[in-house]
């Protein structure tokens, strides 16, 4: 987590926000919320309110920077290019990997996975240089 971050949690709490609103807000699991809170002395009594306030901005994924919403446009996650790759590779297990495909390599004759690409015919490179120029000969 950010000093951002933790900044903009104090803020939101400060305002009424619920753990789970915030931790929506700012990409983060409600429970990390709830404990930098608790160790913080930003817990509170819950809202007497059945209606939630929700928080009036939108925060980057990574680096928890305030996003800029555009009309018409699909809702930001991340502020840039570079955070969205940084959490992406950070965050696999978190993904919801939807284009993974299964093969059987053309050359070593294994099963493999491959994310992105239904086409692949080789598990590596070195499968292909193998049997691209070397005639074919299995390892």
Known sequence: ????????IATLRQKGCGYATIAQALGLSKSTVTSHCQRNNLGGMK??????????????????????????????????KDCRVKWWNSNQEKVNKKAVYTFTCTFCVKTFTAYGNSNRKYCSHDCYIRDRFEGGETV
Do not use: H, I
């Open 1 to 8: 987590m950010t000093n951002e971050q933790k900044n903009q």
């Open 47 to 80: 809202s007497s309110t059945t209606t939630p306030v929700a928080p009036d901005k939108k925060y980057c994924k990574e680096c928890g920077k305030v996003l800029m919403q555009l009309s018409g446009r699909k809702e930001s996650k991340f502020c840039s």
